[in-house]
Nanobody, 125 residues
Framework: QVQLVESGGGLVQAGGSLQLSCVVS????????MAWFLQAPGKERERVSC????????YYADSVKGRFTISRDNAKNTVYLQMNSLKPEDTAVYYC??????????????????WGQGTQVTVSS
């Protein structure tokens, strides 16, 4: 059974940093593109960042460009989201997801078939 498990969330002050991890079990991630989404209270889920299976390409939402960095370690079956200069508006549940599709710096078009359960990130002002 394939599982995606996020961790690393928590409470941090504005300007601080967190690193989220998404560990995948039951299948290698090497052929999957991976993505991070967030969902703030009362809002729809939003795409934050994507990374191609080859690590060559990454996409970032405008709201996180220059602050967040996505990376992956296929040997560890893990995807990371380094979040710096956090803002109160980054407060949300963060989800990782896996699937196939196109990732470019200007585009993330993925058919996502697997999702994690989410990890809460709260940024205080």
């Amino acid at each position: 059974q394939v599982q995606l498990v996020e961790s690393g969330g928590g409470l941090v002050q504005a300007g601080g940093s967190l690193q989220l991890s998404c560990v995948v079990s039951g299948r290698t991630i090497s052929t999957w593109a991976m993505a991070w989404f967030l969902q703030a209270p009362g809002k729809e889920r939003e795409r934050v960042s994507c990374i191609s299976n080859s690590k060559d390409n990454a996409y970032y939402a405008d709201s996180v460009k220059g602050r967040f960095t996505i990376s992956r370690d296929n040997a560890k079956n893990t995807v990371y989201l380094q979040m710096n200069s956090l803002k109160p508006e980054d407060t949300a549940v963060y989800y990782c997801a896996a699937g196939f599709g196109v990732v470019r710096s200007t585009q993330c078009a993925l058919d996502l078939s697997r999702w994690g359960q989410g990890t809460q990130v709260t940024v205080s002002s």
